[in-house]
């Protein structure tokens, strides 16, 4: 269960490494939510529909880079996003050579983030996350092949939706991303029953001593020998 998350920690620490800076700056309105609207004589991003949103952080390190963080309500289409860099990036009038931008969620995520827009100098989208639209179709997709034993969505830096099945008396899970399952053929998981819920750990997990709860709200926990380290809530 561990080896499949590697790529999306090792996305969410050279996130976090470029939203590292020293110096403040002072940007209007850096601290409160607000949805875009259009207006008379701006460009015609500002007329695009952009979720609430909040500037957690807007730093500068001398004329070299300026770093941003933003806080989403929402995940938003990558047409929205642009219009949100772009309005962001106009925020502040120091003269900079690369401007860093870093989008986590918040509400659903684990506090990774979901999007970057970076000037590098030039504009950069990387969504690491499901858009919105994408996030709508892998929750609405149906993967299992047998007896559906519950459903998930799981945002950790990449978005996917996990579902355990059971089919001819084995357990399964199988898990979807937006660029398809994780595995060829889904593992089978022994489930136990516990004063918890109900643990699915599959032979590989074991190794490691990792395992799936299924807890009495029909919320599926993530463990490992440091505990309870993320919960999915159910679909």
């Known amino acids: 269960m561990f080896n499949k998350l590697t790529l999306v920690v090792a996305i969410a620490a050279l996130s976090a490494l470029t939203a590292c800076s020293d110096n403040a700056i002072d940007t209007p309105n850096a601290a409160t939510s607000e949805s875009a609207v259009s207006e008379p004589n701006k460009p015609a991003s500002a007329a695009i529909s952009i979720p609430p949103y909040k500037i957690v952080e807007d730093e500068v390190k001398g004329n070299v880079k300026r770093t941003v963080e933003v806080e989403l309500s929402s995940r938003m289409d990558e047409e929205s996003l642009v219009a949100l860099a772009e309005k962001i ?40 996350g499901a858009t919105a639209s994408d996030y709508e179709r892998i929750k609405n997709t149906n993967v299992s092949e047998g007896e559906v034993l519950g459903s998930w969505m799981v945002s950790r830096g990449m978005d996917s939706k996990i579902t355990a099945y059971k089919k001819d008396g084995q357990v399964y899970i199988r898990e979807l991303y937006n660029i398809g399952p994780l595995y060829k053929e889904d593992p089978v998981y022994e489930s136990t029953e516990l004063d918890e819920g109900i643990k699915f750990q599959s032979e590989n997990d074991k190794d490691h001593n990792e395992y799936y709860i299924i807890n009495k709200k029909g919320d599926l926990e993530f463990w490992s020998d440091n505990g309870n380290y993320y919960t999915a809530q159910k679909i």
């Open 89 to 128: 990036y106009e925020l502040s009038n120091a003269k900079v050579e690369r401007t860093f931008i870093m989008y986590r969620l918040a509400n659903g995520g684990d506090g990774s983030a979901w999007a970057t827009t970076h000037y590098n100098p030039d504009l950069k989208v990387n969504i690491v």
